[in-house]
């Protein structure tokens, strides 16, 4: 259960206000300093209803009455870890494409139609996949929820996949992928991801010539040997009873029989870091250069299961939220940046952490030295009690907020479910979480991120502040420059073949 | 595909992941509505709960809404000002949001950053965002820290501190927003050019974000005159959501801000009053990194609280909410001419603005995609005023704006939220439970006037924003005056 702590210094964790009465009247004319808190109040994870079909479909339900809204999920395991590197892009185009032709009852639906169906039910068709997962989903009414599943289950199991809207999807995504060739965050990213993972099954990155090679056989065949009724979930969050959601589970997904056919295999994930350290790219004309720190982080080996929670605290204390280390150097004390962010990718054979910030040209070897010097400094510099409870109650609190919301519990099911871990993780995750010492988080840093481990990247306008570009590449030997024009994830590097 | 959608509001925070997204999808919903339900008004099939808020007012002006919540741990905590860009000193675009910023400075009895210390450090989170006619405050705490979040709104209101050092430092974030909002974002020097577009004479025209030269020029002067001028009980809202005791909530409230005085000098009001357009005008923006070519179609709009605002809003979702709407689907889908296209209302407390937008396709010169899609826009507004609306293209709006309202609804703060709006643009948070079925009564007679009035016969402002030829020019280049 959790443990909320003081962390103001020397404020007496007493008596019980609001929910018991006004404050006692020692202090009642004190107003220079805020009342103490009251008595916490537990966290808890409303019951789920886990059920398989008998043919292997996963069922959980999380019945949350008081509104009539439901969430309904269908989650397949299938993703980009099994796109071939030369037709990166794959499995998300096959996302896409579900929404866009569906037999319904016999009669192919074209994607005006389905798109109709779908919003007159008061939700947009979402879907979209991730590295191991793909999904569809829909919030509606309760009412709707039955029309709701009829259409999540026809999209999943009877997409068209027609040629023309193939078609019509790769050339917007070879559109949209000009916008993001305009902005130094998604190049940044792009980047980082290639020079982390190399060739691996994570280190995929679409590309026009990617888009270009996917035909609509490669989509049919991804679709026939992946989604499978093993390997997909449903889920069903807000106003249904665990009987009525096992029911319609098996009323629209009990008649899909098992596949025959050889599951998809998946390419090795084990992260082939690119020879560089640091990688500065150059676009012309950009208002503000990306800067992005890249380092190892704990995947979902069995092995690092005990160090999970270690790992998400240390990021925690980095970069979990507007007070951790990262923004307080970059932003709060010097106003270089609106705000850093920071991710954690968790894989079978790896994972990276990456932390990201968009500065002033001039200011972008700063800021690149400033969270290196914060990843490298956690090993030296663990964090102090009253740091280190602020950055857990943080984790516990977001954990918290996401229970607030259908849509907020799906999202924890379906990511461990996705990464083939128990919901029972949910009820551990806040005292597993409080568990963490300070002096774990530190050994964490001393072995995980060492000099040598951590990656840069910098995009930005090369003229508009030479000598900060200069002086980033000074730093580091290894340093390649690149034109953000010359950049190339087609191969396995981050430029053309005959370039290298 | 190309997500456009103009960021009206600037907050605290940089916004991370899509977690926001389901609240942004129809952001007009929490917004407005203003003719009364109609005789062709269909009952939704479920219905809407109320909030069931209680309100009063304290002796020295300051409005209290209670939303209980039972059962839930999380409290929101929020204080509207209405104070916004509009209010911006002359010579200070963008003052109301730096102001915001430094809000969560120092203050007589807390020390920089002490809200992070009392919400984020115990699981809690606070942000807040400028928008034209409001400022708005918004922390959610374990429910246990509820009377904390009073005591320290309470403290800033009356006792802000402001020091040089942390303010050179916060205007430097707030240049830095500004950079990566509108500089370094493929399509925000098109958003930043609108206001100005529609705007002629009402402070509106200005950004709320404002300008790297006008930030520059700022004081701390002027941050003490304003907190003077606008951060007083009278001019302020505060909203409680969650599970608590009324008797122990009306207690703790009183005794933080019952002993705030009132200012006896009056609050300055913006009082221009924007002309009606009298000539159509073309610009064209030329920008570095314009990857596809875009158009804006910028018309004036009522004000919030005008009756022909419920039309207009469910006209903007009929044109543009989803896939399946009428600019996407022939646009986007059928003649594959745009990345995306839309129709935004975007109506403010004195008045407003209308904006039909498009980014075009790869492969053809702008000079040759933009005229196609200003008639095709121009053309899908006039099919929806001029042609048939079917029952079901009603039918669907209307049960998009039931799901969205419910799911606004699920937490404290979707619920403090939609109450402040009411009471900020309505002067009653009650409204917010009227604001749907306003919404749903409006009929097709309903949607084809108003945008024969407000567009069709309505002068317009059209923005092409197209790449620039030569070098980067010097708007582009990084602003001179940082720290």
Redesign the interface.
């Known amino acids: 259960m959790i443990r909320?702590?003081q962390?103001?210094a020397g404020l007496p964790a007493a008596a019980?206000?609001?929910?018991?009465?006004?404050?006692g009247a020692a202090t009642?004319d004190d107003?220079?300093?805020?009342?103490?808190?009251?008595?916490?109040?537990?966290?808890?994870v409303p019951p789920l209803h886990e059920s398989r079909l008998d043919n292997g479909v996963s069922v959980v339900v999380a019945p949350r009455h008081?509104?009539?809204?439901v969430s309904a999920w269908l989650l397949v395991r299938v993703g980009a870890e099994t796109d071939p590197l030369d037709r990166a892009g794959r499995a998300d185009m096959l996302a896409a494409l579900l929404t866009k032709g569906a037999e319904r009852s016999g009669r192919r639906v074209r994607?005006?139609e389905l798109?109709?169906q779908?919003?007159?039910?008061?939700?947009?068709l979402s879907a979209g996949s991730g590295w191991r997962s793909t999904s569809l989903g829909m919030?509606?009414?309760?009412?709707?929820l039955e029309p709701a599943l009829s259409l999540l289950t026809d999209v999943l199991r009877r997409p068209t996949l027609a040629a023309d809207e193939l078609d019509?999807l790769r050339?917007?995504a070879?559109?949209?992928l000009?916008?993001s060739?305009?902005?130094?965050?998604s190049i940044a990213s792009r980047v980082a991801r290639r020079l982390y993972w190399g060739a691996s099954a994570y280190g995929g990155v679409s590309t026009e010539q990617t888009l270009q090679r996917l035909q609509r056989d490669d989509l049919q065949a991804l679709h026939r040997q992946g989604y499978r009724p093993e390997d997909t979930l449903l889920v069903l969050s807000g106003d249904v009873s665990p009987a009525r959601g096992r029911a319609l589970a098996q009323q629209y997904l009990g008649d899909w029989r098992a596949s025959r056919i050889a599951p998809l295999a998946r390419r090795d994930g084990t992260p082939a870091p690119l020879a560089p350290r640091t990688v500065l790219v150059n676009?012309?004309?950009?208002?503000?250069s990306?800067v992005t720190v890249l380092a190892p982080f704990t995947s979902l080996s069995p092995d690092d299961a005990p160090e999970l929670r270690i790992a998400q605290v240390a990021n925690a204390v980095l970069g979990g939220?507007?007070?951790a280390r990262l923004n307080q150097e970059v932003?709060?004390?010097?106003?270089?940046?609106?705000?850093v962010?920071t991710s954690a990718e968790q894989h079978a054979e790896g994972g990276v952490w990456e932390a990201s910030a968009?500065?002033?040209?001039?200011?972008a070897a700063q800021v690149a030295e400033l969270l290196r010097a914060q990843v490298l400094g956690l090993a030296g510099t663990p964090p102090a009690a009253d740091e280190l409870?602020?950055r857990q109650?943080?984790l516990?609190?977001?954990f918290?907020?996401r229970l607030?919301?259908?849509?907020g519990i799906a999202s924890l099911i379906t990511t461990l479910w996705a990464g083939g871990r128990p919901l029972s993780e949910l009820n551990r995750f806040v005292p597993e979480v409080l568990a963490v010492k300070p002096g774990q988080v530190q050994d964490f840093a001393r072995r995980r991120w060492p000099a040598a481990a951590l990656r840069t990247v910098v995009v930005g306008?090369f003229?508009?502040?030479p000598e900060v570009f200069d002086q980033l590449a000074a730093a580091d030997p290894s340093t390649l420059r690149l034109q953000a024009s010359a950049l190339d994830f087609s191969g396995p590097g981050l430029q053309p073949a005959a370039a290298r | 595909m190309v997500r456009m959608k103009p960021t009206f509001l600037l907050t605290r925070r940089r916004t991370l992941g899509g977690l926001a997204a389901t609240a942004a999808a129809l952001p007009w919903l929490a917004s407005r509505a203003a003719t009364p339900p109609g005789p062709g008004a269909r009952p939704a099939e479920v219905a809407l709960p109320s909030l069931g808020l209680r309100q009063r007012m304290l002796a020295n002006g300051l409005l209290v809404i209670a939303l209980p919540d039972r059962g839930t741990a999380t409290a929101s905590v929020q204080v509207w000002y209405r104070v916004g860009g509009k209010d911006d000193p002359a010579g200070r675009s963008g003052f109301a949001h730096l102001f915001e910023h430094m809000m969560f400075k120092r203050t007589r009895h807390m020390a920089a950053e002490m809200f992070d210390r009392l919400t984020e450090d115990v699981g809690g989170i606070n942000n807040a965002f400028t928008a034209e006619d409001v400022t708005a405050y918004q922390s959610e705490v374990p429910a246990n820290h509820l009377e904390r979040l009073l005591w320290a709104e309470a403290e800033r209101m009356q006792f802000l501190e402001v020091d040089q050092p942390s303010f050179d430092s916060e205007r430097a974030v707030v240049q830095e927003e500004l950079r990566q909002r509108v500089l370094a974002s493929p399509y925000g020097r098109l958003f930043h050019a609108l206001p100005g577009l529609a705007f002629e004479q009402h402070p509106y025209r200005r950004p709320v974000v404002g300008s790297i030269e006008d930030l520059n020029a700022a004081t701390l002067d002027d941050v003490k005159a304003f907190h003077r001028t606008y951060y007083r009980p009278d001019n302020a809202v505060l909203i409680v959501a969650g599970d608590f005791d009324d008797a122990a909530l009306d207690a703790a409230v009183d005794r933080y801000f019952g002993r705030i005085q009132r200012p006896e000098a009056p609050i300055p009001r913006v009082v221009v009053q924007e002309p009606p357009r009298e000539r159509d005008e073309r610009r064209t923006l030329a920008a570095p990194r314009v990857p596809l070519p875009a158009l804006a179609l910028v018309w004036k709009g009522p004000a919030a609280r005008d009756a022909d605002a419920a039309a207009l809003d469910v006209a903007s979702a009929l044109l543009s909410a989803g896939e399946s709407s009428r600019m996407n689907q022939a646009l986007v889908y059928r003649d594959r001419v745009a990345q995306a296209a839309g129709f935004q209302t975007q109506l403010n407390a004195d008045a407003g603005m209308l904006v039909a937008y498009a980014i075009g396709v790869g492969g053809a010169p702008a000079a040759r995609q933009l005229p196609a899609l200003e008639a095709a826009l121009l053309r899908e507004i006039g099919a929806l005023a001029e042609g048939p609306i079917a029952d079901a293209e009603f039918d669907k709006v209307r049960t998009q704006l039931l799901t969205a309202a419910l799911a606004e609804r699920q937490t404290p703060q979707g619920r403090a939220t939609a109450a402040g709006w009411a009471q900020m643009y309505y002067g009653d948070a009650r409204q917010a439970d009227q604001v749907l079925q306003r919404l749903q009564a409006v009929r097709a007679a309903d949607v084809q006037r108003v945008l024969r009035q407000h567009v069709l016969q309505a002068r317009r402002a059209t923005l092409h924003y197209v790449q620039e030829e030569a070098a980067p020019s010097p708007a582009s280049a990084p602003q001179k005056g940082r720290p």
């Open positions: 909320r702590r962390l103001i019980a206000l609001l929910a018991t009465g006004p404050a009642a107003l220079t300093a805020p009342p103490p808190a009251g008595p916490p109040r537990p966290v808890s008081g509104l009539p809204l994607a005006p798109a109709q779908a919003e007159a039910l008061g939700g947009s919030t509606v009414t309760t009412p709707r019509r050339v917007q070879v559109d949209a000009q916008v060739n305009s902005d130094p965050g676009l012309p004309g950009v208002g503000q990306s939220g507007y007070s932003r709060i004390r010097r106003g270089l940046s609106y705000g962010g968009q500065t002033d040209h001039r200011n409870a602020a109650a943080t516990v609190g977001g918290a907020r607030d919301t259908n849509a306008d003229s508009a502040a």
